[in-house]
């Protein structure tokens, strides 16, 4: 089956600096997708990227999806303390199973004040 | 114009019984999912249903676990004589709906965790 390798699997940082995951994968995806989890909550969407290529920002988010659609990366610009949390990647196909997210295993953000 | 919602929150049993966790998707989807995770893990697709209709369960142990969506009220997922390995987080999220081509946006609610003893 399809497997995210997400890296790394946690960060531990001064607020005010800037963070980077990535996340690879074995086979194509059609979109990527980060979510941030955090305790005791569900994930919550951040960024969707549709096309290879695509580079999205959402505030003090960026995220590209790889040009060759295997790959994806997260970049968090000048951290604030309400940053921390677990940050997923997840995979989906186009299709008529296009609902079967494959996640990544998170990144563990820790921001120290 | 409230989320998806899930209760319970935490739930506790011990070996044998059985679970029951609920959903109700967000207003106007028509389309529930559930997914598990364990901890340290990222989520993993259980299960897809429409009203009344089971789509895919193919993530699903064909054993002890059960899901429903019935035409009035919500979506159930049942695990029945529980083990320690059910111990997770049961995550069900809603969707507007699913084409075939294209994304399909998942919204996700607080999950249940469920704790066996």
């Known amino acids: 089956g399809q497997q995210l390798n997400q890296s790394p699997q946690s960060m531990f940082i001064q607020e005010g600096e800037d963070v980077s995951m990535n996340c690879t994968s074995s086979?194509?995806?059609?979109?990527w997708l980060w979510y941030k989890q955090d305790p005791g909550e569900g994930p919550v969407l951040l960024i969707a990227l549709y096309k290879a290529g695509e580079l999205t920002s959402n505030g003090r988010l960026t995220a590209q999806f790889g040009i060759t659609r295997k790959d994806s990366f997260l970049n968090i610009s000048a951290s604030i303390p309400s940053d921390v949390g677990i940050y997923f990647c997840?995979?989906?196909?186009?299709?008529?199973?296009?609902?079967?997210?494959?996640f990544g295993k998170g990144t563990l953000l820790t921001v120290n004040p | 114009n409230a989320g998806v919602m899930q209760n319970p929150r935490h739930l506790v049993r011990r070996r044998g019984q059985e679970a029951r966790l609920r959903c109700s998707p967000m207003?106007?989807?028509?389309?529930v999912y559930w997914y598990r995770q364990l901890p340290e893990e990222g989520l993993k697709f259980m299960v897809y249903l429409q009203k009344e209709n089971i789509i895919d369960e193919s993530g699903m142990p064909k054993e002890r676990f059960s899901a429903e969506f019935p035409k009035e009220g919500p979506s159930i997922l049942r695990i029945q004589q529980v083990v320690r390995g059910d111990s997770a987080a049961y995550f069900c999220a809603s969707s507007l709906k699913t084409g075939n081509s294209g994304a399909n946006v998942l919204t996700f609610g607080a999950g249940s965790r469920l704790t066996v003893l």
């Open positions: 086979s194509i995806f059609n979109t």
């Open positions: 207003k106007g989807h028509s389309h």
């Open positions: 997840a995979g989906q196909i186009s299709g008529g199973s296009n609902y079967k997210l494959t």
